[in-house]
T-cell receptor, first 113, second 113 residues
Framework: AQKVTQAQTEISVVEKEDVTLDCVYE???????LFWYKQPPSGELVFLIR??????QNEISGRYSWNFQKSTSSFNFTITASQVVDSAVYFC??????????FGKGTKLTVNP | NAGVTQTPKFQVLKTGQSMTLQCAQD?????MSWYRQDPGMGLRLIHY???????DQGEVPNGYNVSRSTTEDFPLRLLSAAPSQTSVYFC????????????FGDGTRLSIL
């Protein structure tokens, strides 16, 4: 069975703070992909990044960075110098062995001015 | 650039009524799926399809029917609506393959009274 755990239900920070969203996954597959999606208050789901199980290189895109560690089954997402527009629900998701995408329950991030 | 189109955006039903949520995509994606999003539960897979004529159950299929007669369309039918089916429903599509991100529609907010 595959499972994604986002232990942080809600996080509140002040603008310009750095914030890390945690994601821990479980799978028996050796080949799998991890994804992060953003759901802003308007409700749509926006794809942010994917990482395959063989690529542990960290990735940085502007203020966003992702840290994938197979040893701890984690795929954490860090926002540097957060902004109000980063306020959203963030979902981590896992796809392995089938076309089924399994989502975590999401972390609601509120960035206050 | 229509992408994934869901109709209607909002719907109120009475218990016992039936209805069909429409989903259409114009990206020639083989894989399509339906999710429901409930507070604190993340997104849960209802049904999915890997191509025209092929459908399968996800995590929470009870009370829902699907069919896939064309590549473009993947309607979700509620046979006899129940208050427990009050939710936000998302349709998604993607190319086949573990690493392919799913593209989501804007969602249908459904209330069952």
């Amino acid at each position: 069975a595959q499972k994604v755990t986002q232990a942080q239900t809600e996080i509140s920070v002040v603008e310009k703070e750095d914030v890390t969203l945690d994601c821990v996954y479980e799978t028996r597959d050796t080949t799998y992909y991890l994804f992060w999606y953003k759901q802003p208050p308007s409700g749509e789901l926006v794809f942010l990044i994917r990482r395959n199980s063989f690529d542990e290189q960290n990735e940085i895109s502007g203020r966003y960075s992702w840290n994938f560690q197979k040893s701890t089954s984690s795929f954490n997402f860090t926002i540097t110098a957060s902004q109000v527009v980063d306020s959203a629900v963030y979902f981590c998701a896992l796809k392995g062995g089938s076309e089924k995408l399994v989502f975590g329950k999401g972390t609601k991030l509120t960035v206050n001015p | 650039n229509a992408g994934v189109t869901q109709t209607p955006k909002f719907q109120v039903l009475k218990t016992g009524q039936s209805m069909t949520l429409q989903c259409a995509q114009d990206m020639n994606h083989e894989y399509m799926s339906w999710y429901r999003q409930d507070p604190g539960m993340g997104l849960r897979l209802i049904h999915y399809s890997v191509g025209a004529g092929i459908t399968d159950q996800g995590e929470v299929p009870n009370g829902y029917n699907v069919s896939r007669s064309t590549t473009e369309d993947f309607p979700l039918r509620l046979l006899s609506a129940a208050p427990s089916q009050t939710s936000v429903y998302f349709c998604a599509s993607s190319r086949p393959g573990l690493g392919q991100p799913q593209h989501f529609g804007d969602g249908t907010r459904l209330s069952i009274l």
